[in-house]
């Protein structure tokens, strides 16, 4: 039996820093170069020598890439995906310690003299000596590293399932990694007459309070959803205020309402969404003037579990126009104790009203060469790129001011669950027991993993047509920005997350736990795919 390079936890313990310590922060160089660092690694595996085909880089954007490795069985056709992402946050929080944040060991033993700057946990963790500190060690290097240390076993014991794995980049920002690699999937599918049975992500496990030791297994994956809107009031010069109306007067009704808003809270199977809260709120003025602010936009951060876009756009528009009314009614009393002549009434309208009636005004490469106008303009990501289209629009239909535009900013990870799948039910039972008899290890469900997953990207269910109202009103869409839904739809396999436990993600405390990541995750997910492929040899006999 010739030797596992990743095969000991010693052995996947040096993989893991060497993953970490190629930066690979979203946006950066490092990103860009990862993949094929990873795939070099495996290129060296006799399997993937015998069959280079098996391993693909493949474009995402911005000269993005993101990596495939199949394992395939001469006669299996059912594949489990292997899901990671290699991008991670940036490391500014460790202050003089940066140039150590992507040396685990050093760091490790660097934050031992320091050890009076940590606190709680932290400190209580690094003392015990069971935690390897790190950026990118916990979310989620590990998971990408445990899947290598899976497929090179598949390939040496030649385990009769296919394993495919997948290593995307910027999970961490707007997912393009996973976007492009949905229509990969499908393509893989056709050219290897591969069936997916499951998709595995091996994101961290987070804990739920703190000192929290229960090991978690998500069976779902939070959705996550951005309602926005454009103010736009009218005019006029701050010795005149009550001749025009501000953008933040009618702004500061909206935020009100949205902020921790019960309406766009969801409860299900006992776990509950984060409510909803203000990402940004702002001017959309460049420099300072005496003239009153009529434009400003705002940015709203909703979760959900089993609504779709159009169920929070309808819910979104019903606090708009609540809070529209509530605005008028307070500037018609101002207007009535001072005897002025109200500019107007504060109208609610979706982006896709305000574009068709543009582009019945101007006709429609009017208004296409205004989205282009805006496109092009570098600096601006798909959130600025998104309000200033409708600005633009806006600006050529005055006659419908003042009004709240609503519309949909990226990125939107729809919600994903697979609580009542039998093989995911069946997983989480078989990881809980062999956790407990083996490790004493208490393992939990969850139905939605509250960090935002890729797994969000498969699987997609949707009654009716639950997407159309996002594709309908995010000004990017089809542009910058877009979603393959139909072919997410055509990825029918239940989704699970089992990884490593670790804490303080995207924190300069983030840590991961040395044996339970080394010893028992790995060992976890491998009995667990042996059980799945003891199970399909029974179905078929
Ligand atoms: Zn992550």
């Known amino acids: 039996m010739e030797q596992l390079r990743w095969g000991t936890p010693d052995r996947l313990r040096s993989l893991l820093c060497e993953l970490v310590s190629w930066k690979s922060m979203t946006l950066t160089e490092g990103e860009r170069e990862f993949p094929s660092k990873v795939q070099a690694k495996l290129q060296d595996l006799r399997y993937f020598k015998e069959n280079p085909g098996h391993l693909g880089l493949h474009d995402a954007d911005l000269d993005r890439r993101f990596l495939t490795g199949l394992y395939k069985h001469a006669s299996s056709k059912e594949t489990i995906v292997l899901l990671s992402h290699f991008d991670t946050v940036n490391t500014e929080e460790y202050g003089d310690l940066e140039e150590y944040a992507y040396q685990p060991e050093e760091l490790t033993k660097l934050l031992i003299n320091r050890i009076d700057e940590l606190h709680g946990d932290a400190h209580r963790d690094l003392l015990s000596g069971e935690y390897l500190f790190g950026r990118g060690t916990m979310d989620m290097k590990m998971g990408l590293a445990m899947h290598m240390g899976l497929l090179e076993k598949a390939t040496v014991e030649k385990w009769p399932i ?241 009004a709240i535009v609503l519309l949909y900013a990226p990125p939107y990870y729809p919600a994903v669950n697979s609580s009542d799948d039998d093989l995911v039910k069946s997983c989480f039972q078989f990881v809980r027991d062999i956790g407990q008899r083996r490790f004493k290890l208490p393992v939990k469900q969850v139905h939605y993993f509250n960090g935002i997953s890729d797994l969000s990207y498969v699987n997609y269910h949707d009654e009716g047509e639950g997407w159309t109202a996002f594709k309908a009103n995010t000004p990017v869409w089809g542009s910058s920005y877009c979603i393959p839904f139909d072919d997410m739809t055509q990825l029918r396999a239940p989704v699970l997350n089992v990884g490593p436990f670790g804490k303080d993600a995207h924190k300069r405390t983030e840590r991961l736990h040395i044996k339970n990541s080394f010893e028992e995750v790995p060992y976890l997910v491998e009995e667990m795919i042996k059980m799945i492929i003891k199970s399909m040899c029974q179905s078929v006999h």
Not at 248 to 266: C, K, V
């Open 162 to 402: 296919n394993l495919l794995l997948l290593t995307v980049p910027d999970e961490e920002v707007n997912s393009s990694g996973m976007r492009a690699a949905v229509t990969k999937l499908l393509e893989l599918k056709d050219q290897h007459n591969l069936s997916y049975k499951l998709f595995l992500n091996g994101e961290p496990v987070f804990t739920q309070e703190p000192g929290d030791r229960s090991f978690y297994v998500y069976s779902g994956s939070i959705g996550k959803i951005m309602p926005s809107a454009l103010f736009y009031g009218k005019e006029t010069h701050v010795g005149e205020p009550l001749s025009g109306i501000t953008a933040p007067f009618i702004a500061s009704f909206l935020t009100q309402r949205m902020e921790w808003n019960l309406s766009l809270q969801e409860k299900v199977n006992g776990e509950t969404t984060p409510l909803p809260v203000t990402l940004q709120q702002k001017d959309l003025r460049l420099e300072y003037s005496a003239q009153t602010p009529f434009r400003s936009a705002a940015l709203y951060n909703v979760f959900l579990m089993k609504r779709t876009a159009d169920e929070i756009m309808e819910i979104f528009e019903k606090v708009a126009i609540d809070a529209a009314e509530a605005c008028n009614q307070a500037y018609k009393e101002v207007c009535l104790k001072h005897s002025v002549q109200p500019v107007g009434k504060v109208r609610v309208l979706r982006y896709e009203d305000l574009q068709t009636h543009a582009i019945r005004k101007f006709g429609v490469d009017f208004v296409e060469e205004i989205k282009a106008q805006v496109e092009e303009i570098q600096n601006w990501d798909d959130r600025e790129k998104s309000i200033r289209i409708a600005d633009s629009l806006m600006i050529e239909c005055q006659e419908l001011a003042p």
